[in-house]
Nanobody
Framework: EVQLQASGGGLVQAGGSLRLSCTASGLTFDDYAIGWFRQAPGKEREGASCISESDGSAHYADSVKGRAAIFTDSAKNTVYLQLNSLTPEDTAVYSC????????????????WGQGTQVTVSS
């Protein structure tokens, strides 16, 4: 059974940082593209960042580019999303997912999803 467990969310002041973690069981990250997505209240889910399965390259949405870093720890089968210079616009539920997307940051291209972790940024 594939499971993705996201953690690391919380309440942070604007300008602060968080590191989100997503640990997988039942699969190996090396065999998939790994994505971080977020959904703010009343908005559609959007891609934040992902790691390509083909070459391990990282992709970032414009909304987080320059403030985010995605990286993996293969030994722990864990992917991280470091978020810096947070703003209230970053408030959302952040979820990790894996799949074989043809388009890197499109949510419906991913097959397995974790339950999400809440990030709230206060002004």
């Amino acid at each position: 059974e594939v499971q993705l467990q996201a953690s690391g969310g919380g309440l942070v002041q604007a300008g602060g940082s968080l590191r989100l973690s997503c640990t997988a069981s039942g699969l190996t990250f090396d065999d998939y593209a790994i994505g971080w997505f977020r959904q703010a209240p009343g908005k559609e889910r959007e891609g934040a960042s992902c790691i390509s399965e083909s070459d391990g390259s990282a992709h970032y949405a414009d909304s987080v580019k320059g403030r985010a870093a995605i990286f993996t720890d293969s030994a722990k089968n864990t992917v991280y999303l470091q978020l810096n210079s947070l703003t209230p616009e970053d408030t959302a539920v952040y979820s990790c997912a894996v799949g074989h997307p043809s388009i890197p940051l499109v949510p419906y291209e991913y097959d397995y999803w974790g339950q999400g972790t809440q990030v709230t940024v206060s002004s």
